[in-house]
């Protein structure tokens, strides 16, 4: 498979950028500053990389409570991020919706969201407004292990195949839903149950970017094409806990020291593209310190940023007043 | 102008936006009903008390959807798609059934141009068939509109007849916030004169179906009516009321209702939704706090009680509130002596 120069470098970037940005959220939120709650995307980066590079601002993603990753992988700016997450004015959303529910509608992004299994119905409609208007695009939900046995999803399975629609299901199994194991909760399986809605059926090694986005090409390529809805699977592991703050006693000694040491994506990305000759390490070693750079500077202007005010309170309710 | 129904005032006022934008879409169980029919009729139903008839057929499958039984989705799904460039008028069959996609409405659709710093706009009506009178019983005739009033971002409608009807939900599709539109299901037969041509009813105006130096009534919904009748009746004993019917209870029209009631001293609020923590109730508080010295007798509240929807007609008959209970707490706030005075 051939891919891009230039998707290859900003595909490193985006991920070196989530990883960055979520490493540096882990040491900024034990300080206590960050107000309420956070959850990291650290080792699932190519996940949302993988399948946002084949979207445009036009197409739409809906995401989950851990959201960064997909807002990043979309294009949503560093600055307003982080200053969101810090309840400054100058967030993406003023300030009004933090960690979970970092949105930008300008970018397709219909926002993280708080509710586990609220993002597939949503793109449903996103998806019937694209079909609709005719404008060519597609509509991704990401959602986990833990969102695919929602009534919300598995009704939008049902929906999404009925009506025929450009919508591409992302399951991003890291086999936790919350503290509880997916190997519990889950009944069945992915493949089966894509299946049963008579929806096809991919899936991919979510720590590695090549594989995500060979395999998330394929199901939006489907729907992009008029022919329905399509799922992918993909296996992967979160690094952190389910939101800061969480122990992970629910998981072994050296469980994720081990994924660390031998599962991660950037590591496995740089690998392949150094030894190919596709990429040099040099290149990427630039990519490297002009994200760190970047991070650097969006969490010192957040902790600087003006707070929202009491007028900001009552504002945006409503449209008409 | 011409006689129509309810029902019929409520179909075109969906035809005619339907006309007029093309982003305008339908969806719900059965508003074609029924796609896949061995019949070969698409929409044989048109809506399960025929509010829909005929939309499928002038405006194609594309624009009116018949959905799976599958309320969280496709609720869900009219929200989506309203933030996405769609106008969409989705139909939740009961009122009811709300509690199978209440996330979608209430932290989905309600909370997006907030949350997302005022980025979002959600261009969503979802109408809903409610009220008691039908022998429906307890999951099939509730009043909801107070949950829906409770949250911030949502705009609640409760039409009083056809000619309020057509205007408001004109209006709702219009409006860009999401809209929870309430159509009693005992009124779809009513019938009064209506103008043919579109036209807009705004929210939050009430209005006074007739103005009375005594008594303030303020009712919602089916309750104008019984309140007219009672107004009618007292009329003749020489007690004269005025009758509020706020159409939204969000926004609430609360200069009005302060306004009248400073000039009665008495207010008497019918609400057939369950009574705790309903519209009644909500209202009174309002006064209380802000007309206290005004008022020359308790308020009185004319509310069910506070049970599921019986089903037997001897039972639901002493559910709903009736034009008599409205009589006697008008009566009563009307002849009212505080104890100092007695």
Known sequence: MQIARD???????????????????????????????????????????????????????????????????????????????????????RGKGGSMHIADLSLGMLGANGIVGGGPPLICGAALSHKLLKDGAVAVAFFGDGASNEGSTLESLNLATVWNLPAVFVVEDNGYGEATASSYACAGNQKDRAAGFGMPYFECDGNDFFSVYQTAGEAITHARNGNGPAMVHVHLSRWYGHFEGDAMTYRADGEVAELRADHDCLVNFRKRVTEAGLLEASALDDLDAAVKDEVDAAVAAAKVAPLPVEDDLLKDVYVSY | MSKKSFRQAINEALRQEMRRDPRV????????????????????????????????????????LDTPITEASYIGAAAGAAATGLRPVAELMFVDFVGCCLDQIMNQAAKFRYMFGGKARTPLVIRAMYGAGFNAAAQHSQALYPLFTHIPGLKVVVPSSPYEAKGLLIEAIRDDDPVIFLENKVMYDDEEEVPDDPYTIPFGEANLTREGDDVTIVAFGRMVKFANEAADRLEKDGISCTVIDPRTTSPLDTGTILDCVTDTGRLVIVDESSPRCNLATDVAALVAEEAFDALKAPIRRVCPPHTPVPFATALESLYVPSTEKIEAAVRSVASYKAKAEA
């Open chain 2, 25 to 64: 879409i339908l969806m719900g169980e059965d508003v074609a009903g029924g796609r896949g029919g061995t019949s070969g009729v698409k929409d044989a139903w048109g809506g399960v008390l025929g509010v829909t008839k005929g939309l499928l057929t002038e405006f194609g499958e594309d624009r009116v």
């Open chain 1, 7 to 93: 998707i290859l470098l900003r595909s490193y970037r985006s991920m070196r950028t989530i990883r960055e940005f979520e490493e540096r959220l882990h040491v900024e939120f034990a300080t206590g500053e960050i107000p309420g709650f956070v959850h990291l995307y650290c080792g699932e980066e190519a996940s949302g990389v993988g399948v946002c590079a084949h979207l445009t601002d036009t197409d739409t993603i809906a995401s989950t409570h851990r959201g960064h990753g997909h807002c990043i992988a979309k294009g949503v700016g560093v600055d307003g991020m982080m200053a969101e997450i810090y309840g400054r004015q100058t967030g993406v959303c």
